[in-house]
């Protein structure tokens, strides 16, 4: 099975669709479906095939050694010749230089020989006798086969003297200041314009803007303004001081109509009655305040064990589930790792229930989890470590990482405490794990 079908085999085992896959391990859809094909030319070379098939194999829970060993054994098998040419490149071998032949004359030569139509293919012409010794070569003595038109002549007889030598502007070698001319001072005096002025010129002044009465138009308009108001605020207490005013003679009618004796109450005998003088103040009753509640402590926790969804027949990883609630274990509890947050449609949940060895007043719990955040969590309590049913939520978390403190809605009375996990995080190696490093549960014993 090539390396394309085994990974298409592992994503559909686990539940995946290429866009699932693809939103989980950042890979665009269309390179994972050509991967599953076999076809690495939209991948951009090995190093990135190598990386894209490890991202693959952990997200759907393979391993991806295996993978990346047939994928090279394959790629050494259908290529072994670009190594020769990798070799070719880094250690050239220089050109071998063939043999000279009679056709391979120069031209230059057989032009110097005053064969105007001489070829490369035309035979050399018979060697001229050896002439007496030149004197010093010169522009244009042609017995010199090295002088060519392209050889620059000397212009002086003395080599020392160059046309890029330039002529000395000044006899002193160091000149100074000193020897710049004077410029005489400018005369005092105002400062002369360039230009000749108008022989009568006056400053015009900038023209006088109109003043604008603004300000009187304001104080109209809010003397208009102000007038309706005082009226109508006027008139309001006029309105009020005559009904004010009638008041009183309806008020004395009705006390004059209710101090008027019956005929029944003329008769009556009179008795004295006692009242309370207005003046007396109560006694103040003194008040018992309510004892405060004890302080949180950390309790005591006895033991702890992996929970699955069936109890502790199926809980993950029980043989280190103590490290969560030692002080200095050699690491955390740490769940069974899944292809997908929802532990790859397995289970449920998963989760670490603690004994506290007796019932005890529950308060608060603080975790310490991995920093990966995503974690969803629920804290469940109750008086038996049966199944997950007989565990009533006391508190919840959602998308949480780091440490994490739950506090309780109200005080629970329970034995046992379950740490339940609804949705794993990542774990960083591409799979969803839970981790607890601590954990400390507060309350009453």
């Not at 010794?133 to 003297?161: E, I, K, N, Q, R």
């Not at 002080?327 to 509890?333: E, H, I, K, Q």
């Not at 740490?419 to 490093?437: D, E, M, S, V």
Request: charged share 15%; hydrophobic share 40%; proline share 13%.
């Amino acid at each position: 099975m090539s390396v394309g079908e085994t990974l298409a085999e592992a994503r559909s085992r686990a539940g995946l669709s290429v866009a699932e896959l693809s939103e989980r391990t950042k890979i665009r859809g269309t390179v994972i479906q050509c991967i599953e094909q076999d076809d690495y030319d939209a991948c951009g070379g090995d190093v990135f095939v190598r990386g894209y098939v490890r991202a693959l194999a952990s997200a759907v829970g393979i391993d991806a050694r295996p993978l990346i060993r047939e994928y090279d054994n394959a790629r050494t098998d259908t290529s072994g010749d670009t190594f020769a040419h990798v070799a070719r490149v880094a250690h050239p071998v220089p050109p071998s230089r063939p043999a000279d032949t009679a056709a391979d004359v120069p031209f230059a030569a057989a032009a110097s020989a005053g064969l105007s139509d001489a070829t490369a293919a035309d035979p050399l012409p018979p060697a001229a006798p050896p002439a007496s010794p030149p004197g010093p070569p010169g522009p244009s003595s042609p017995a010199d086969p090295d002088v060519t038109s392209a050889d620059l002549p000397a212009l002086s007889a003395d080599p020392a003297v160059t046309v890029f030598d330039l002529p000395v502007v000044t006899e002193d070698p160091a000149p100074t200041v000193a020897d710049l001319p004077v410029i005489p001072p400018e005369p005092a005096g105002p400062p002369v314009p360039h230009g000749d002025p108008p022989v009568s010129w006056t400053p015009v002044p900038p023209p006088v803007q109109p003043r604008h009465r603004t300000r009187s138009r304001d104080r109209r308009r809010v003397a208009w303004i102000a007038v309706p108001v005082v009226l109508v605020l006027a008139a309001a207490g006029v309105a009020s001081g005559l009904a004010l005013s009638s008041q009183p003679t309806a008020a004395g009618k009705n006390a004059a109509a209710v101090t008027q004796p019956s005929s029944h109450a003329a008769h009556a005998p009179l008795t004295s009655t006692s009242a309370t003088p207005p003046s007396a103040t109560p006694t103040p009753t003194a008040t018992t305040p309510a004892p405060a509640p004890p302080a949180s402590t950390a309790l005591p926790i006895a033991s702890a064990a992996g929970f699955g969804p069936g109890g502790l027949a199926d809980g993950d990883n029980s043989r280190v589930a103590s490290n969560a609630i030692t002080r200095g274990a050699p690491g955390p509890w740490q769940s069974q790792w899944y292809a997908t947050a929802q532990f790859g449609n397995l289970k449920q949940g998963t989760g670490l229930i603690l004994d506290l060895g007796r019932t005890a007043t529950i308060t608060s719990v603080r975790i310490d989890l991995a920093s990966y955040q995503g974690a969803n969590l629920q804290l469940r309590v109750g008086d038996t470590d049966g199944p997950l049913s007989s565990l009533r939520v006391a508190a919840a978390a959602d998308n949480v990482g780091g440490t994490v403190r739950l506090h309780l809605r109200s005080p629970q009375q329970a034995r046992y405490v379950l740490i339940w996990f609804t949705l794993l995080p990542p774990n960083g190696a591409g799979q969803y794990q839970a981790t607890i490093y601590h954990v400390v549960v507060n309350g009453h014993p």
